[in-house]
């Protein structure tokens, strides 16, 4: 079948089943067409081929991506803003899971501490330490201005992602950089945890670029790494390698392991690799039960 009003898009915004496509300067609402809904899914930010038709567009062909993040599903983006925050307490189990995943897709990850308003520079330090070596940091407030300019001049030219922890202030952030009024919330003081104010992905012009404000999660439950391959996406373990005595040590039970032997130095951090031990065998245990 010829298709007189195809073109190509951008998926900027999905809300349940209606997807909003940028395409030649316009926006069309579009629902997908049958086989792709029980197919992959569509992510905000993947290119599609889209058949203009009224009311309704549809959405016909998803074209390859270049990368894709899961929690927050978004495809294409060149780097993940990843913030953390004073309150609520950083999970850093989920700070190594989101960059990891990052190091796996080929997307450049930038921690990004929000609230800097409510710590002292010292506490800070001491947390972001163990990652100053491995991504860029940056230690923000939303609500007071510090160091915004800076971190608008690592969205321009670039589609990022904000992703992290509900009430970390990614909306915050991104009203800040913008001067929209997008909808914001506290935390819920009873269990001092996010109210997951934000409700779906979306793209926004901001700062010569373009940022996807994200759903805020508390659990990543299925990263798509195997066991086996996770150490190579730890930058501090890579370098030391070569150096196990065996080609694929792991790094968890292995003798003359290079990177034990940096632990113990203290050229390592504990933590990093405490936390790099309880994703190891988590992903065993979950590849063992599928393969039961
Ligand atoms: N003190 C302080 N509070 C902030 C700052 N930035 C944001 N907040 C507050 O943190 C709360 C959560 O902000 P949101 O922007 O809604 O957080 P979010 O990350 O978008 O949350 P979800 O949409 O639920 O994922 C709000 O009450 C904000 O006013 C900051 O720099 N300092
Ligand atoms: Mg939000
Ligand atoms: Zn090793």
Redesign the pocket.
């Known amino acids: 079948m010829t298709k007189h009003n195809a073109v190509q898009g951008q998926v900027v915004r999905i809300v349940s089943n209606r997807y909003t496509v940028e395409a030649e300067g316009k926006t069309y609402i579009a629902y997908a067409r049958g086989r792709l809904r029980l197919g992959e899914d569509i992510f905000v930010g993947d290119n599609v081929v889209l058949e203009i038709q009224k009311p309704l567009s549809v959405i016909e062909e998803i074209l390859p991506r270049k990368n894709k993040m899961i929690r927050p599903y978004v495809a294409n983006i060149d780097s993940v803003i990843l913030?953390v925050?004073k309150e609520p307490e950083p999970d850093w189990i989920l700070v190594d899971k989101i960059l990891l995943n990052c190091f796996k897709e080929g997307i450049e990850p930038i921690l990004c501490y929000?609230?800097?308003?409510?710590a002292e520079k010292a506490e800070t330090e001491i947390l972001l330490a163990p990652y100053q070596k491995i991504v860029k940091c940056l230690t923000?407030?939303?609500?007071?201005g510090d160091n915004l300019s800076e971190l608008g001049s690592l969205v321009k030219g670039k589609l990022v992602c904000f992703a992290?922890q509900?009430?970390?202030?990614?909306?915050?952030?991104l009203n800040a950089l913008s001067g929209l009024s997008l909808k914001?919330?506290?935390?819920s003081a009873r269990i001092m945890r996010?109210?997951?104010?934000?409700r779906h992905v979306e793209i926004f012009n901001v700062c010569g670029g373009r940022v996807a404000?994200t759903?805020?999660f508390s659990m990543l439950e299925s990263i798509e790494v195997e066991y086996t391959e996770l150490m190579y996406y730890y930058p501090e373990f890579v370098p030391l390698q070569s150096a196990c005595r065996y080609k694929s040590c792991t790094h968890i039970a292995e003798p003359d392991c290079a990177v034990k032997e940096a632990l113990k130095k203290g050229l390592i951090d504990s933590g990093r690799y405490a936390r790099y031990t309880e994703i190891y065998r988590e992903l065993k245990k979950a590849r063992e039960e599928r393969y039961e």
Not at 114 to 118: A, G
Not at 194 to 198: A, Q
């Open positions: 913030i925050a929000n609230k800097c308003d409510l923000v407030s939303g609500l007071r992290g509900s009430a970390v202030g990614k909306t915050s952030i914001t919330d506290g935390l996010g109210k997951n104010t934000t404000d759903c805020g």
